[in-house]
C-alpha cells in the first residue's frame, strides 16, 4: 500500500499543473526490464485519488506537429482506477471517474488502452472504451454511450459515440434516440463531425439532423422543446471561407416561466476563414419568437467576433415580452438592438498564448417602441450603458407609457476594495409599474391602482457586502448626499407622499452623517431620525423612528399586495410608537413605547395594548 495526501507537478513557467489529492496505489509491483523496449514496468492492483485539478494553462501556438511515438520507456499496466472528482481549469467538475484495465504499451507500433471509463458529468453517465497507437500517425479508436445519471434501467435517450482517424484528423459519429411521447416522432439526432485537434480552428467539418428533440430530458436545467432541423459546417482549402448553416424549428414552443422555450424557429449563416482564425461574422440570424398559441415577434441581426470583442447589430420587430414569459411587461416593442463585448476569448485559442486576459466589458444601446396591449397607449424604451468588473453604468434610461415616463441616470462603482460609490439621479411622472412589471396574473400588484411621481438625486457610498447585509445595518453603514421626494402618488389606491435627505461631512467622525426620512400612507404618518459615523464603530449613532397610524384599515389595499398578509388586512383600529436606539445593529440599546386601539385585522382583534 501506498499512500501521498498531495502530489503537485507543474510546468510551462507553472502555468500549466496537475494536481493529485489523497492518491493511494494497492498492488503495486515493479519490474526492472519487463521486455527490450521498456527500462520499468510498473503494475497497479487498485490506484484512487479523492481529487484531481488539472490547470492547461494559456494555450499555445498552433497547429502541434504529430509527435513522432508515444513510446515511452514505462510499461504501465492499472487494473482498475478512480477519481472521485476531476476539475479540469473552470469547467463543471466530472465525478466518479472509474478506469478499467488501462494499459500504457512501450513496444513501438502497440497501443495505449483503457478496457472500460465511466465518469458523470452535469446529470449524464458517459462510458467509453479506447485506443491509441503509439507510433505516428498515433491512429486512434473510441467509443462510448451517453445516458441519463437518473435513467436507470429505461432511460428517456441514449445516445452513442464512435471517433475513429489519427490524432491529426478524427472521424467522430453521434446517434441520439429517445423514447417516443404519445403521437410525436421518437427524438432523435445524428451528428458527423471531423476533428482537427491540433490546428488553430478544430472543427474541419460538421453536419447535425436532429429531430422532436426535448432539451428538458438532456439537462433538468434546460427547457421543454421539440426541436427538428439541421446544422452544416463546410471547412474546404486554407484560403476559402469556412460557411456555417444551421435551421431549428421548435413544435414545442412556450413561455420560460412555464418551462419552454419561446422560439418558434431559429435561422443562422455564419463565415470565417483559416487565413483569419481570430474573426468570425454571423452575417444573418433570425429568430421567430412565440409562446405556446401564437406569435410573439422576432428577433434578427449580424455579429461579428474579431479578437476579444464581440459586435451585435440586432433588431426587435413587434416582439411581446408577457408572451416569453408571463412575468415580463405587457406590450410590444419594436427597435434596434446593439451591444459591443470586449476581453471575450478569442476564436482563434493560439491568439491567446502569453496575453493576459483583459477584464470583460458589455456596451450596450437600445431605442424601442410600441404600444401596451389591449390600450391604445404609445410606448417607448430608451437605453445606453455598459458594465466591467469595476463599474456599471446606466447614461440614459426613459420608459414612456403614454403621459406617463420615467427617466434616470446611474453609476455604481468601486470605492476602494471596501466599498462602492453609487451615484444616481432621475424622475418620476405618473408613472405606472404595471405596463413595466405586471406581476402575476389576477394579483393585487396587477389591479393597481398606482400612480408614482418623484424626483431624486443621490451619490452615496456603500459597503462592499451591502446585498449580503439586514436592512437596518445598511441603512447605518450609507454614508453621502441627496435626496428623494415623492409627491401625488398613488399605491395601490393608497395615496403616498414621502421624502428623504441624506447629508455627510467631508471629515468623519461622531455626527459627521444625519438622514431623515418622512412617509405618509392613507393618512398614516412614518418618521425616521439618524445621526451617527458610518465609517466608525457606531457606538456614537443615534436614530429615532416614530409611527402615527390613525387609520390602520386604510392600508388594507397594500397589505393585499403580500400573500402573506390577505388573511390579515386591518379593517380598523389606530396605533402610535416611539423608538429611540443607539449604538449599531445588532449591538444596539432600544427604549420605547407603543400603543394600539380597537385593531382588527383578520382573526386578531385588540381593544387596547400598550408596551
Known amino acids: 500500500h501506498w499512500h501521498a495526501d498531495r502530489v503537485h507537478v507543474s510546468w510551462a513557467g507553472g502555468e500549466a499543473s ?55 520507456p514505462v510499461q504501465v499496466v492499472v487494473t482498475a482506477a478512480q477519481v472521485e472528482e476531476l476539475i479540469v481549469d473552470d469547467l463543471p467538475p466530472l465525478r466518479r471517474l472509474a478506469l478499467r484495465e488501462l494499459v500504457l504499451d512501450a513496444r513501438p507500433g502497440a497501443e495505449h488502452r483503457v478496457a472500460r471509463a465511466s465518469v458523470d458529468w452535469q446529470g449524464v453517465s458517459i462510458s467509453a472504451s479506447a485506443r491509441i497507437g503509439n507510433q505516428a500517425p498515433l491512429p486512434l479508436a473510441l467509443d462510448g454511450t451517453v445516458v441519463p445519471t437518473d435513467g436507470g434501467d429505461s432511460p428517456a435517450w441514449a445516445a452513442v459515440l464512435r471517433a475513429s482517424g ?24 445524428d451528428l458527423r463531425a471531423r476533428l482537427q485537434l491540433l490546428e488553430a480552428w478544430p472543427l474541419a467539418g460538421l453536419s447535425l439532423q436532429t429531430t422532436a428533440l426535448d432539451l428538458a430530458a438532456l439537462s433538468t436545467q434546460a427547457p421543454r422543446t421539440r426541436l427538428s432541423g439541421s446544422a452544416e459546417l463546410l471547412s474546404t482549402a486554407r484560403n476559402e ?27 443562422l449563416q455564419a463565415l470565417g476563414t483559416l487565413e483569419q482564425p481570430d474573426r468570425l461574422e454571423i452575417t444573418r440570424f433570425d429568430v421567430e419568437l412565440a409562446d405556446a398559441t401564437r406569435g410573439a415577434g422576432r428577433w434578427s441581426g449580424s455579429a461579428l467576433w474579431l479578437g476579444t470583442e464581440l459586435t451585435l447589430d440586432t433588431r426587435l420587430a413587434a416582439v411581446a415580452p408577457q408572451r416569453l414569459d408571463s412575468r415580463a411587461a405587457a406590450m410590444t416593442l419594436t427597435g434596434p438592438v446593439s451591444a459591443k463585448v470586449r476581453g471575450l476569448p478569442s476564436p482563434d485559442a493560439s491568439a491567446a498564448a502569453g496575453a ?21 397607449k404609445a410606448v417607448r424604451l430608451a437605453m445606453e450603458g455598459s458594465a466591467s468588473d469595476q463599474r456599471v453604468e446606466l447614461r440614459r434610461v426613459r420608459a414612456q407609457a403614454g403621459a406617463a415616463s420615467a427617466e434616470m441616470r446611474a453609476m455604481l462603482q468601486r470605492a476602494g476594495r471596501q466599498a462602492w460609490q453609487l451615484q444616481t439621479a432621475g424622475s418620476l411622472v405618473d408613472f405606472n409599474p404595471v405596463p413595466w412589471w405586471p406581476g402575476e396574473a389576477g394579483s393585487a400588484w396587477r389591479q393597481g391602482p398606482h400612480r408614482l411621481s418623484a424626483r431624486w438625486d443621490m451619490a452615496v457610498r456603500l459597503p462592499a457586502s451591502a446585498a449580503g ?59 425616521v431620525d439618524g445621526r451617527g459615523d ?36 386591518p379593517q380598523r383600529g389606530s396605533a402610535a410608537a416611539t423608538l ?12 420605547g ?19
Open 593 to 611: 413605547h407603543a400603543r394600539v386601539q380597537q385593531l382588527l385585522a383578520g382573526p386578531l382583534a385588540l381593544a387596547d395594548g400598550h408596551a
Open 241 to 267: 471561407p469556412l460557411r456555417a448553416t444551421v435551421e431549428l424549428r421548435n413544435a414545442l414552443p412556450g413561455r420560460w416561466n412555464e418551462g419552454r422555450l419561446p422560439v418558434r424557429s431559429v435561422t
Open 469 to 527: 447585509m439586514p436592512w437596518l445595518a445598511l441603512a447605518q453603514r450609507l454614508a453621502g448626499n441627496g435626496s428623494l421626494r415623492i409627491q401625488d402618488s398613488v399605491l395601490a389606491g393608497v395615496p403616498l407622499v414621502a421624502s428623504m435627505d441624506l447629508k455627510a461631512l467631508a471629515v468623519a467622525g461622531p455626527g459627521s452623517a444625519s438622514m431623515h426620512a418622512e412617509l405618509l400612507l392613507g393618512g398614516n404618518r412614518f418618521t
Open 534 to 569: 458610518p465609517g466608525g464603530s457606531g457606538r456614537t449613532d443615534q436614530w429615532r423612528a416614530e409611527l402615527e397610524a390613525d387609520s390602520l384599515a386604510s392600508l388594507a389595499p397594500l397589505a393585499r399586495l403580500s400573500p402573506a398578509l390577505v388573511d390579515w388586512l
Open 356 to 376: 493576459p486576459p483583459q477584464p470583460p466589458q458589455v456596451d450596450w444601446t437600445l431605442d424601442l417602441t410600441g404600444a401596451v396591449e389591449g390600450a391604445p
Open 166 to 189: 489519427t490524432a491529426a484528423l478524427i472521424d467522430l459519429d453521434a446517434t441520439l434516440r429517445g423514447v417516443p411521447r404519445g403521437p410525436h416522432d421518437a427524438p432523435a439526432l
Open 18 to 72: 496537475l494536481t493529485l489529492e489523497d492518491l493511494r496505489a494497492d498492488g503495486l509491483t515493479w519490474h526492472w526490464r519487463p521486455h527490450s523496449q521498456a527500462w520499468l514496468g510498473v503494475d497497479m492492483a487498485q490506484l484512487a485519488a479523492r481529487r484531481v485539478t488539472v490547470v492547461t494553462g494559456p494555450p499555445g501556438e498552433r497547429p502541434l506537429s504529430v509527435p513522432l511515438s508515444l513510446a515511452w
Open 580 to 591: 429611540a436606539a443607539d449604538g449599531r445593529w445588532p449591538e444596539m440599546r432600544l427604549e
